[in-house]
């Protein structure tokens, strides 16, 4: 009794000291409130599914933050592992009648495996030339889809996929649930040795070299962690929507995962996942302007970047937020003092 | 023989159009370092142009190429302006703001012309006929048309004082800055020609290819390709790279059964793998790197 009412109390504290001073971090725990108790509000499928279907391509666009955002690696082409995570899971499902909780897996493993083929050769390659050369290969992969229409199902897909979970709710509790865990691994992982490390690469790979670390290791791990949890996201969604077909191969999605972590701003996973689950409602909920709504999209982008290049979410965080010049803590922007040395604010 | 002719005359067209494409995507991403994914898209805008203008205005096609190509230059430069030119520091701002213009292109053509497939008269019927083989007029009419416009720019690169401006930018802007070139309105002008050389690949392709809302994805992933093989910002480079993915193309459509699916990947394999032996490209230098 003692020992529980013991952690009951560090836990208030910490809310009170750690986490309520910041309005970022009071955000994540109202972020995350949101998804755990949205089926509470509404029972409206149609909304339940758009959120879930934000959850999948949260998951993806905080993927590509990992590889590109952090180690600067642009990736072009991010719809191939999304694909192959989706097309794999499909045909593992189908074939091997294999549940969705073991084809998901072994769907990202496949992803690794893409992520792997398309590390090696983009090892050799910087900037503009890799983002141009990634762009080919999911094109790669849709031609041979079309190719072979037997194994594949051609320009129709693969269908007749099991189901993630008998019910709407359901399935929405597990993609959430997984959303919000992969998304703190995503997270844990940048902010660990190894993401700092990906942070050094992208500001100075030759730098980071001659202080001795094996880059390519890094990078060929960046590129095999972002196939994971985009070949994990794709594998969702064919189970989600029951359905694999070209579509998740195809260019604008990769240009799309691109748009989201941009808008949000890059190098930062909440950045990414922000924007997802800000732009996909407000395109499906503008459905009322069927005919307008990417027109609408693309222009709420371009007015967002024109005021805040270096992505939305970081932007409010640096309105809401100031660093201490001392200690390097970070303070609510509206105190004079910093909260732990007390040293002035500008 | 008439299938060897065949592939030569298509893999000829196919590559004057990504030679026309690429080159000035390579002048803006030179001079301007900027990598314009809305490239093809003012190849769409200046397809759907003529399509309209010789449709629902009677004009003929020599005029209503004049017109695309002019229409397209002012919206390449009203766009770099308003939307590209305040935000050029930030690179990753730049590219999806490139990208969202392809897609507000893609769309307002959906909703002016429906997302059905159209399609526009050849400039000149007829065709004549070697070793078995139609050649139509139109066909070489393209061909001659890239070709010309090609060794324009070329002479006005390389013979006068602006091509030079634009040269030493694409070299060193800093240094070119400080020699007195107005960066910026260099990029402007770079931009509206490059856009001019994109509008014009458009308005000379439309009689041969299908007019739709996505018809520049393809164009671009081709496009984005040959400038890699090539090498960036080399225009030799660009050249070449055209006609070896155009014959590449070519040689899979006509050779292979499942052609038309398979020639995008097998000219992309080729990219790739060029790419592994020569990582910048066939005639590239790496960009000393702003540190």
Request: net charge neutral; glycine share 8%; proline share 3%.
């Amino acid at each position: 009794m003692k020992l529980i009412l013991f952690y009951l109390r560090k836990l208030f504290a910490v809310l009170k000291n750690e986490v309520l001073v910041l309005p970022s971090r009071v955000a994540v725990i109202i972020f995350f409130l949101f998804i755990l108790l949205l089926p509470l509000f509404t029972d409206d499928l149609y909304v339940l599914r758009v959120f879930t279907l934000a959850s999948i391509f949260a998951i993806f666009a905080a993927s590509w933050d990992l590889l590109s955002g952090f180690t600067g690696q642009l990736n072009f082409g991010h719809a191939l592992f999304f694909g192959v995570g989706a097309y794999s899971a499909a045909l593992i499902n189908l074939h091997w009648q294999l549940a969705p909780w073991l084809s998901i897996p072994l769907g990202a493993l496949i992803g690794v495996a893409a992520g792997l083929i398309v590390g090696i050769p983009a090892l050799r390659l910087k900037g503009t030339y890799l983002a141009l050369t990634t762009l080919a290969f999911p094109i790669i992969v849709t031609g041979l889809v079309f190719t072979f229409p037997d194994f594949t199902g051609g320009e129709l897909g693969i269908s007749g996929i099991q189901k993630l979970a008998p019910t709407r709710i359901h399935e929405y509790y597990i993609i959430s649930i997984l959303m919000l865990g992969l998304c703190t691994i995503m997270w844990k992982i940048t902010d660990s040795n190894t993401g700092i490390i990906f942070h050094a690469i992208r500001e100075d790979e030759i730098a980071v070299r001659a202080s001795g670390v094996n880059t390519t290791r890094y990078k060929l791990l960046a590129f095999c962690l972002s196939g994971f949890f985009a070949g994990i996201a794709g594998g969702l969604y064919a189970h989600f929507m029951r359905i694999a077909g070209p579509s998740v191969l195809e260019i604008s999605l990769s240009f799309m995962v691109v748009i989201w972590a941009m808008f949000g701003g890059a190098a930062t996973i909440y950045g990414p996942i922000g924007a997802v689950f800000f732009l996909y409602p407000l395109v499906e909920f503008m459905h009322v302007i069927q005919d307008y709504r990417t027109l609408m999209f693309a222009f709420v982008v371009l007015l967002v970047l024109l005021f805040m290049p270096d992505g939305l979410f970081r932007w409010l965080r640096e309105k809401i937020e100031t660093e201490c010049p001392r200690c390097k803590v970070r303070n609510i922007a509206t105190r004079d003092t910093c909260r732990i040395c007390t040293a002035p604010l500008d | 023989m008439s299938i060897i002719l065949d592939i030569i005359v298509m893999g000829l067209i196919k590559g004057s159009i990504y030679a026309l494409l690429a080159i000035s995507f390579s002048l803006i991403f030179g001079v301007a370092r900027i990598v314009n994914i809305a490239h093809t898209a003012f190849y769409m805008v200046a397809a759907y142009c003529i399509y309209t203008v010789t449709n629902y205005m009677g004009w003929s096609a020599v005029p209503a190429m004049f017109v695309a190509v002019i229409l397209s230059v002012i919206l390449g430069m009203v766009i770099y302006k308003v939307f590209l030119n305040p935000i050029r520091e930030h690179e990753g701002a730049v590219l999806i703001a490139t990208m969202a213009i392809a897609m507000v292109f893609q769309e307002v053509m959906t909703l002016f012309f429906s997302g059905s497939f159209l399609s526009v008269p050849n400039l000149i019927d007829g065709y004549f006929i070697i070793f078995g083989v139609k050649v139509f007029y139109q066909q070489l009419l393209t061909l001659c048309a890239a070709a010309l416009v090609m060794v324009i720019l070329m002479i006005f690169l390389f013979k006068t004082k602006l091509g030079l401006a634009l040269r030493s930018t694409a070299q060193d802007r800093e240094v070119a800055n400080l020699m007195g070139i107005n960066e910026s309105k260099v990029a402007m002008i770079t931009m509206g020609i490059a856009i001019g050389l994109a509008g014009f690949a458009g308005a000379i392709v439309v009689p041969l290819e299908i007019l739709e809302p996505h018809m520049w994805a393809t164009p671009l992933v081709m496009m984005m390709a040959v400038v890699v093989l090539g090498g960036l910002g080399s225009l030799k480079g660009s050249f070449v790279g055209a006609y070896i993915m155009g014959f590449t193309e070519a040689v899979v459509v006509f050779l292979s059964p499942q052609g038309a699916f398979l020639k995008i990947s097998v000219a992309l394999l080729i990219m790739i793998i060029v790419l592994l032996i020569r990582p910048e490209g066939l005639f590239g230098v790496y960009f000393e790197e702003e540190r």
